[in-house]
């Protein structure tokens, strides 16, 4: 069975532009949850998406927004990028929520100059 | 809002010995989980043991056990017969539950950074 994919592992970007991360989740899982790790300020909660709804989010600017496809395949994206967005973004998929077990891709690193 | 608490930012400890990690939490919430997640150096977040905030008796996984005390608002992770490959930055994870929304999203502490040496 295939774990979570996140793609692309390694992402450089500058500052202002926008970026689009993707997830794919554990086939069967309906659940996929982003969360932002830095160095600073840990792991925060983004959101989650459940069957293309977003159930929650958390406490970011609107320029982190994301959406889930009918596959459950989830991307985020971030517009006009800062330098405090460099961060590893992991994603968890779980088969209704976070409640039921959870398994987190390998995160794609962001790094904006 | 929920916070957890981990106050040893790094550990060490010697092969097949044990090891506890502490963590401490704050809420006003009266059901919810507690989780030890696992981060590697290959980065990918894994699931070390869950918690149910309703029940009595510490969750316990092979060679990892916890000791929950709701009152005190604790939850700490014992490792024991330590190897290498535990060698990662542990986590310790709260979740409330939120029936209403039916969404579910984990507050984590700042981490232990654990190191096992041969």
């Known amino acids: 069975k295939a774990g979570v994919t996140q793609t692309p592992r390694y992402l450089i970007k500058t500052r202002g532009q926008q970026v689009t991360l993707s997830c794919s989740p554990i086939s069967g899982h309906r659940s996929v949850s982003w969360y932002q790790q830095t160095p600073g300020q840990g792991l925060q909660f983004l959101f989650e998406y459940f069957s293309e709804t977003q159930r929650n989010k958390g406490n970011f600017p609107g320029r982190f927004s994301g959406r889930q496809f009918s596959n459950s395949r989830s991307e985020m994206n971030v517009s006009t990028l800062e330098l405090g967005d460099s961060a590893l973004y992991l994603c968890a998929s779980s088969l209704r929520g976070m409640n039921t077990e959870a398994f987190f891709g390998q995160g794609t690193r962001l790094t904006v100059v | 809002a929920q916070t957890v608490t981990q106050s040893q930012p790094e550990m060490s400890v010697q092969e097949a010995e044990t090891v506890t990690l502490s963590c401490t939490y704050d809420t006003s919430e009266n059901n919810y989980y507690l989780f030890w997640y696992k981060q590697p150096p290959s980065r990918q977040m894994i699931l070390v043991i869950r918690?149910?905030?309703?029940?009595?008796q510490n969750a316990t996984e092979n060679r990892f056990s916890v000791n929950f005390q709701k009152a005190a608002k604790s939850f700490s992770l014992k490792i024991s017969d330590s190897q290498l490959g535990d060698t990662a930055m542990y986590f310790c994870a709260f979740m409330k539950l939120d029936s209403g929304a039916g969404s579910y999203q984990l507050t984590f502490g700042k981490g232990t950074k654990l190191s096992v040496i041969p």
């Open positions: 918690q149910e905030a309703y029940k009595q």
